[in-house]
């Protein structure tokens, strides 16, 4: 395989999904019927307005009368689960879902008891209450999309990608779903679909800076330098502080050979994060590429220093040092890379004592 002078990294966003409560979408209302409830229904409805007021340990106390009155109140588990989760309570909102589920197997309640279980990093659990949601409802589409979502960050490309089009054939609407599955389809390979997806996803909501971001480099990779620019310059007018984008379009810059307008979006990226150590590794990339070695040399070390476990940096710093004349330095470095797993650095230990 043949060996590049200098190694430059590209960073792909990847949409992380961010799991909250709503409360809006999580209170559910009941209608008791005259069975001698009256009063658990009474504190059920007062416990429901103490949740829309985030009163929420007033609103586990009504709940509690509620359910001690009626234990088979399904729907007050439910909404004291809502509140147990409001103060990080996870454990007791399980409980709760279980409960509800036990007594009243809804999707809505498996649903909330997998986001719940993923926020204690239960991502097992999770998968299997997504799936049993789906049972429960098999058009529930956050269901679908968020285990695919946890496929996806398992390497589960395929599955991902099935579970993210179920999403979408029951609700077109989810952007996201779109822009993971374009993600999915990146990682299979399959860069012409990762570009429809992400172009799809843009339709739906226009303001998402790592679509942007992610549908640039997915044309980067196909070569097309110029279609990577300027989607990365839209990411970066939608999040002026968008590092990685500016990191990303000066690595597309450095392959269309704009070494200096390169170095621009490095430099940019490092005031935005003094310590992204990959915009250091790749503006020694670009200096390299205008005979700047001991530019190189020194965007290698502080690379290095913010992240040791690169071998990638040893190895660029090694080939900066070797036209610096400095080849004991040169030797060390590309020690250091093969040691660190760069298995290409050993094609310059050639000449190393």
């Known amino acids: 395989m043949q060996i590049s002078k200098i190694f430059t990294v590209l960073i792909v966003l990847i949409l992380s999904s961010v799991y909250t409560f709503s409360q809006g979408d999580t209170i559910i209302q009941a209608k008791i019927l005259d069975d001698g409830s009256q009063d658990a229904e009474k504190f059920y409805n007062a416990g429901t307005e103490f949740l829309r007021a985030n009163s929420f340990q007033s609103a586990i106390a009504e709940f509690d009368k509620a359910i001690g009155l009626k234990p088979q109140f399904d729907a007050a588990f439910f909404n004291r689960a809502t509140a147990k989760n409001e103060l990080n309570d996870r454990a007791g909102a399980i409980a709760d879902l279980s409960s509800a589920l036990t007594i009243a197997p809804k999707a809505e309640y498996a649903f909330m008891r997998g986001q719940t279980k993923l926020l204690l990093n239960d991502v097992p659990g999770a998968i299997e209450d997504f799936t049993t949601t789906i049972t429960l409802d098999a058009q529930y589409a956050q269901a679908y999309y968020q285990r695919g979502v946890l496929k996806f960050e398992n390497g589960e490309y395929a599955s991902a990608i099935s579970d993210f089009t179920e999403a979408i054939k029951h609700d077109g609407t989810l952007a996201y779903a779109y822009n993971d599955r374009g993600s999915a389809k990146r990682e299979s390979g399959d860069l012409d679909g990762a570009i429809a997806d992400y172009q799809s996803a843009l339709k739906i909501k226009p303001d998402m800076p790592f679509t942007l971001n992610s549908l640039a480099s997915a044309k980067r990779k196909k070569g097309d330098f110029k279609g990577a620019i300027l989607d990365y310059t839209q990411a970066i007018k939608l999040k002026g502080d968008y590092y990685i984008a500016y990191n990303n379009r000066g690595s597309a810059k450095l392959d269309a050979g704009d070494y200096n307008g390169a170095i ?77 797993g760069v298995d290409s650095a050993r094609n310059y230990l050639g000449d190393c004592q």
């Open 264 to 340: 621009d979006d490095f430099t940019k990226a490092l005031q935005l994060n003094p310590k992204y150590a990959y915009a250091y590794n790749n503006r020694a990339a670009a200096k390299y590429k205008l005979k700047d070695y001991q530019g190189s040399e020194s965007d290698c070390t502080k690379a290095i220093e913010l992240d040791p476990k690169n071998g990638f940096s040893y190895l660029n710093r090694g080939i900066a040092r070797e036209l610096l004349r400095n080849e004991s330095g040169a030797c060390e470095d590309w020690r250091k890379a093969v040691e660190l």
